[in-house]
């Protein structure tokens, strides 16, 4: 068996294990009792990069996932809230912080308050509260700010908190040997860890926790860098994570192990590979925030700082950078069952950003969750990529015997995609082709992106093509979608043979297309913290003749700070130079 597959079979099977019965994983022998002394070597506090307003916190207004509650005289914990992803960033703690770099004593005493409301009704949480991925992320945001909430606080209080940490941590011990994603278990392991360097007297626990975690950061980074989910999001909160618990290793002077230096040496630079003109990460890959402060503070730590690479095979994701100019193109295959609850079927999509402003993007995930819009957003529509028919590059698999296995939707993705980068003398060439629209329709699609040395051209070409080349296709309709950033205006030429884009800087940009009917169509983009923002999105479509079809099109600057340079004839198409090799 290649191993490719033996990957993918390897992450089916532990998907299967992950869903056994609670009742299997309660022969395992339970965790010791746990006595948390005092503090040790804390992790610092990650960096959230000022999302929470510390005054309106102290004020009463709780705003999480687009939602604001207030106290009105009432502690936040007793408010009846019935969305589940307001509760778990309430739950989360990861507001916390706000508080305590506020540089007012009453930040900090507000603080304590609410943490020990909380433990005063630690009984009777919502089930949010007590997620794993939810749970690991309150004790991290808890340790870290334990120096500063313990620091002058009364002796009741220290005694209690000390004695919930420890009641957290050994009932994460229990969770992560339970049915979870890989995301929520190598956060539970993360927050094992982190309380065994943290806390006194865990001491006994840390050469366990830190080997525990190099073997789970073996399995889920990947060679490339990139994690199991294929989410850059997912791998930018683990290495903000690992990233404090590295530097508490080194002050506890312990040795570090390797699979956790290891990891962070490829996965930092893939962080940089995923990351835009602007600072945030892609949002291929279901992001749905794409976190430039944090991602920011994260890549300072990183003192290589290397240019990253052109192509991620495990990850399958490929990067063409010339100039200012930056194109990432998702070229992966779908996810083994139970490893990504939210993938999409993205397969050829790309984005293009230049300098600080996002050009073609993706609709990215709902950052306030909506069942509509999260089932939408994993859909090929929406994404700068091809649908033949109305169709997916492949199907969403679900209902109950489906989700009732894997926990989750089940991707039937492509089974061959090949994808390849690589450098000419005349720019950047990135190439996909895939066999997503193979059952539904008897075609592959194969797409061409060639980035110009300057950055400020951008040629492609798709076409599709019979799977097994006589296949009669004929009659089959394309479309091909290329979502604008909200910041792009667009405007359609009087007789509809281009559009023209401004950037915010007042550039201007001209895209044009041979091979359909061009026209631009209402978008709408997902991933933002202001939660939905209409946008548009270039539309070419066409039929499929002769067994097959092509369109090639274009996208480039042909003004700069109002100055304004010779734009091409609306019949002066430029082709691909697929001839160049290195």
């Known amino acids: 068996m290649p191993d490719s597959m033996a990957g993918l079979a390897g992450r089916a099977a532990w998907a299967l294990m992950a869903r056994l019965p609670d009742s299997v994983f309660r022969l395992l ?145 229990r969770m992560s040997r339970r049915r979870m994603l890989p995301h929520e278990r190598m956060l539970a392991i993360l927050a094992q860890a982190h309380a065994a360097l943290g806390l006194a007297g865990l001491e006994n626990l840390r050469e366990q926790a830190l080997s525990r975690l190099a073997e789970e950061l073996e399995w889920q980074i990947l060679p490339d860098g990139g994690h199991v989910s294929r989410s850059p999001a997912v791998l930018l909160e683990i290495i903000a994570f690992l990233l404090p618990l590295r530097d508490a290793v080194a002050q506890a002077r312990l040795p570090l192990p390797e699979g956790i230096s290891g990891a962070l040496e490829r996965a930092l630079p893939m962080l940089r590979f995923f990351r835009h003109g602007d600072g945030g990460l892609t949002l291929l890959g279901g992001v749905a925030d794409p976190a430039p402060g944090l991602l920011t503070a994260v890549l300072e730590a990183d003192p290589v700082a290397g240019r990253p690479l052109s192509r991620a095979p495990h990850s399958g994701y490929l990067r063409m950078q010339q100039g200012a100019g930056l194109v990432i193109v998702d070229g992966g295959r779908a996810l083994a069952p139970g490893v990504h609850p939210d993938a999409p079927l993205s397969v050829a999509a790309f984005e ?166 061009l026209r631009l169509e209402e978008s709408v983009l997902l991933a933002s913290s202001r939660g939905l923002r209409r946008t548009v999105q270039i539309v070419i479509e066409g039929g499929v003749e002769g067994g097959g079809a092509r369109v090639n099109w274009f996208l480039k600057r042909i003004s700069e700070g109002g100055r304004r340079k010779r734009a091409r004839k609306d019949g002066e198409m430029p082709e691909l130079p697929l001839e160049v090799r290195d």
């Open 29 to 173: 022998p339970r965790p010791l009792p746990l006595r948390v002394r005092g503090l040790a070597h804390p992790p610092a506090p990650v960096p959230v990069g000022g999302v929470h307003d510390a005054a309106a916190l102290y004020q009463g207004r709780f705003t999480f996932a687009g939602r604001t509650v207030e106290c009105d005289g009432r502690v936040i914990f007793d408010h009846d809230v019935s969305d589940s992803a307001w509760l778990r960033e309430l739950h989360g703690f990861g507001w916390l912080r706000a508080l305590l770099d506020s540089e007012r004593r009453l930040m900090t005493v507000f603080a304590r308050t609410l943490v020990g409301d909380w433990q005063e009704r630690a009984a009777r949480l919502p089930a949010e509260a007590l997620e794993p991925a939810v749970a690991a992320r309150r004790l991290m945001h808890w340790i870290a700010a334990a120096p500063v909430l313990v620091g002058g606080a009364p002796g009741g209080f220290e005694e209690a908190f000390f004695r919930s940490l420890a009641w957290q941590t050994r009932r994460l011990a």
């Open 352 to 517: 293009f950003s230049h300098g600080p402003f996002r050009i073609v993007t993706s609709c990215g995930a709902p950052r306030i969750p909506q069942p509509d819009w999260r089932a939408a957003a994993r859909l090929t529509a929406a994404h700068s990529t091809m649908s033949v028919n109305g169709r997916d590059a492949g199907r969403i698999l679900s209902g109950r015997i489906v989700e009732a296995l894997f926990g989750t939707p089940v991707l039937a993705g492509p089974s061959e995609v090949r994808a390849d980068c690589r450098e000419t003398p005349g720019g950047s060439l990135a190439e996909v082709t895939h066999d997503g629209f193979a059952r539904c329709c008897g075609l592959r699609h194969e797409r061409r992106l060639f980035l110009m040395p300057d950055g400020v051209e951008l040629r492609g070409e798709d076409a599709l093509a019979p799977v097994d080349g006589e296949s009669t296709t004929d009659g089959a309709v394309f479309t091909l979608r290329f979502h604008l950033h909200p910041s792009v205006r667009a405007t359609l030429s009087r007789d509809g043979s281009s559009i023209m884009l401004t950037l915010p800087d007042r550039s201007g940009w001209k895209f044009s297309a041979r091979g359909g009917r």
